[in-house]
């Protein structure tokens, strides 16, 4: 088992236990050390995310050709709306697109897509983070195939961040084993 260890704000350092010490662990924490996360709210870095989610998208045959080769949608201005690039040695490598639902921000594409469910627990007083619009370079998920791991850390860490109970994500019927082994 290996001991990874971690500076808190306290300067002091602590071993991050439970890495199991396995190729993948080491590879995904390989990946992480070059990695950044930005929050990305207008300008350059904003267009680049959005013509990334193209090029992922077109890749795989998930939206047609546009002129644009950009895209972006009304939940991409909502109140709660936080757009994520996720930098590899300074190159922007995959995104995704973060809301946190609460009851008086109720817009996510979760929300669009499962109202019948979410309304009655945001009336509750539950709270969500809802995952969309997750997109990796395809070139660069080649070079770093451990790159949807890192990136996908952003889900998790936003639930920590907001105190969100719950994560949501509406996701391809052939992507749903992959979220269900990661997210159980």
């Known amino acids: 088992m290996i001991s990874r260890q971690v500076r808190l704000d306290t300067g002091a350092e602590v071993a991050h236990p439970g890495l199991s010490g396995s190729s993948f662990s080491n590879k995904v924490f390989e990946l992480l050390d070059r ?14 995310i959005y013509r990334l989610r193209y090029k992922a998208y077109r890749f795989n045959d998930m939206v047609p050709n ?11 201005e909502t109140p709660n709306v936080y757009r994520f690039g996720v930098y590899v040695d300074q190159q922007l490598a ?8 609460t009851r008086e921000t109720p817009m996510s594409t ?13 009336e ?13 370079d395809p070139e660069l998920t080649r070079v770093h195939p451990h790159l949807l791991y890192v990136a996908l850390r952003l889900a998790g860490m936003a639930c920590i961040y907001f105190n969100a109970p719950y994560g949501l994500s509406t996701v391809r019927e052939d992507h749903a084993g992959f979220y269900k082994r990661i997210y159980y």
């Open 66 to 76: 546009v002129d644009s080769h950009s895209i972006t949608d009304e939940l991409d």
């Open 94 to 101: 995959s995104t995704m697109r973060v809301h946190h639902v």
């Open 124 to 136: 509750k007083g539950d709270t969500f983070v809802c995952m969309s619009r997750f997109a990796s």
């Open 110 to 122: 979760s929300v669009k897509a499962f109202g019948d469910i979410v309304y009655p627990m945001l």
């Open 35 to 48: 990695s950044e996360y930005r929050r990305c709210d207008k300008g350059e870095d904003l267009e680049d």
